[in-house]
T-cell receptor, first 113, second 111 residues
């Protein structure tokens, strides 16, 4: 069965370190999204991609970057982790863009000390 | 940009009763309104969605209604069951633009 996976599931890091969160999908979807989930804010879009070599900024993109070298993967990089980036991160993919069913991964809980 | 407000933030109902969660949106051009359910420790999962060319959509015990004039939409769950306990998120988008999510409603079904 097709799926979307994230790794690691839990990560503790220190302020200033570079961190990369992995997202891998086997749906063969062109569209992939990264969200962060914080209490009181729901899900906020960080970056998204509509295909290989395409990346776009979401509403909370400062301090984050993504790259899309193939259809299956969209890694999220925190260039210099900050305590404000402590959150739960979700990756999602869809067949026909944002206004289509988005399939979410299980999430990565990141703690920045 | 789009702003989506969701109420209530928590909701407790007796098993078998109905639950209603409401969302309002700010951009009158928005035309796609999905609802996602998130169980503990998992990612959100789409349960139902509606587009602006219809006013209501049903799927078994779940229904969504849309009032474009008032810019609000609601999720209705009838005959609630323990497995309905979860966090529910509404969202809105225009065309194929990015989804804007509400802040979530934690629904608890009391046996």
């Amino acid at each position: 069965d097709a799926e979307i996976t994230q790794s690691p599931r839990h990560k503790i890091t220190e302020t200033g370190r570079q961190v990369t969160l992995a997202c891998h999908q086997t749906w063969n979807h062109n569209n992939m999204f990264w969200y962060r989930q914080d209490l009181g804010h729901g899900l906020r879009l960080i970056h998204y991609s509509y295909g290989v070599q395409d990346t776009n900024k979401g509403e909370v993109s400062d301090g984050y970057s993504v790259s899309r070298s193939n259809t299956e993967d969209l890694p999220l990089t925190l260039e210099s982790a900050a305590s404000s980036q402590t959150s739960v991160y979700f990756c999602a993919s869809s067949l026909a863009g944002a206004a289509d069913t988005q399939y979410f991964g299980p999430g990565t809980r990141l703690t920045v000390l | 940009g789009e702003n989506v407000e969701q109420h209530p933030s928590t909701l407790s109902v007796q098993e078998g009763d109905s639950a209603v969660i409401k969302c309002t949106y700010s951009d009158s051009a928005s035309n796609y309104f999905p609802w996602y359910k998130q169980e503990l420790g998992k990612g959100p999962q789409l349960i139902i969605d509606i587009r602006s060319n219809v006013g209501e959509k049903k799927d078994q015990r779940i229904a969504v209604t849309l009032n474009k004039t008032a810019k609000h939409f609601s999720l209705h769950i009838t005959e609630t069951q323990p497995e309905d306990s979860a966090v529910y998120f509404c969202a809105a988008s225009f065309g194929n633009e990015k989804l804007t999510f509400g802040t979530g409603t934690r629904l608890t079904i009391i046996p």
